[in-house]
């Protein structure tokens, strides 16, 4: 009998993961409803999908240990953002009961400042498109 490895996370996913919590109660507090975490898709993942009143606000979750080389969020290339963007495409195309609502691209980036200070800059619409939900 064979069985499957196990596989553990990288330290690196930990620390994504653990960003991603961070953004999530962040954006829960902000007054923000969970619809999706970790969506995948045979285009990409978006980390979180957020509703306000009618609209899917799909974020984009960046972590650095250290923000000394720049802000988290302006590490989402063009490539990124036309992978989030298809990857929001399939999710709209399988969840029908979001038909009318409007979209949206936020990113959250998390870091620390020289003292070690934990930063969390939330930039709403982060990178425009024209996405159709029909």
């Known amino acids: 009998m064979e069985f499957g490895k196990l596989s553990l996370p990288s330290p690196s996913q930990l620390k994504g993961s653990s960003a991603e919590s961070?953004?999530?109660?962040?954006l829960l507090s902000q007054g923000l409803k969970k619809i999706s975490r970790n969506y995948h898709c045979p285009y990409g993942e978006i980390d979180l999908v957020m509703c306000a009143g009618r609209e899917?606000?799909?974020?984009?979750?960046?972590?650095?240990t250290h923000s000394d080389f720049g802000d988290p969020a302006a590490t989402v290339s063009k490539h990124k953002q036309?992978?989030?963007?298809?990857?929001?495409?399939?999710?709209?195309?399988?969840?029908?009961?979001?038909?009318?609502?409007?979209?949206?691209?936020?990113?959250?980036?998390?870091?620390?400042?020289?003292d070690s200070v934990?930063?969390?800059?939330w930039?709403?619409?982060?990178?425009?498109?024209e996405v159709s939900n029909s």
């Open 118 to 121: 934990q930063k969390l800059n």
């Open 56 to 64: 899917l606000i799909f974020v984009e979750v960046r972590h650095r």
């Open 123 to 129: 930039i709403r619409d982060a990178f425009q498109t």
């Open 82 to 114: 036309q992978k989030i963007i298809k990857t929001a495409l399939h999710f709209l195309q399988n969840r029908p009961e979001y038909s009318e609502f409007g979209c949206r691209f936020d990113v959250v980036g998390i870091g620390s400042d020289a």
């Open 22 to 26: 961070e953004a999530e109660k962040f």
